[in-house]
Nanobody
Framework: QVQLVESGGGLVQAGGSLRLSCAAS????????MGWFRQAPGKEREFVAT????????YGSESVKGRFTISRDNAKNTVYLQMNSLKPEDTAVYYC??????????????????WGKGILVTVSS
């Protein structure tokens, strides 16, 4: 069993930055491909970014490429999402996810083994 706890969300002005963290419990963090998803009000949850077990490979959705960076520290059992140049359309609840499968370009929600509870990010215009 793995528990994922997100932190770092909040309110920020357009053009600003935030860094989300997701701390994982347990000793097997490094065997999971990790990812971030988000769900905006009235919309379906969507893929944001994913990172391989070692951290060597990352993928991001087209909507965040060049602005968001995913990283991980296996020694700290933590995955991060650095969000720069934030836009009002980035407003959403952001979820951390863990998947035992190897990384793919778009992390599948159906394949996620563990989810965090989510954290709200609000970008004001």
């Amino acid at each position: 069993q793995v528990q994922l706890v997100e932190s770092g969300g909040g309110l920020v002005q357009a053009g600003g930055s935030l860094r989300l963290s997701c701390a994982a419990s347990g000793r097997t963090f490094s065997i999971y491909t990790m990812g971030w998803f988000r769900q905006a009000p009235g919309k379906e949850r969507e893929f944001v970014a994913t990172i391989s077990r070692s951290g060597a490979i990352t993928y991001g959705s087209e909507s965040v490429k060049g602005r968001f960076t995913i990283s991980r520290d296996n020694a700290k059992n933590t995955v991060y999402l650095q969000m720069n140049s934030l836009k009002p359309e980035d407003t959403a609840v952001y979820y951390c996810a863990a998947d035992r499968s190897l990384i793919t370009a778009t992390m599948s929600q159906a394949g996620v083994d563990y989810w965090g509870k989510g954290i709200l990010v609000t970008v004001s215009s």
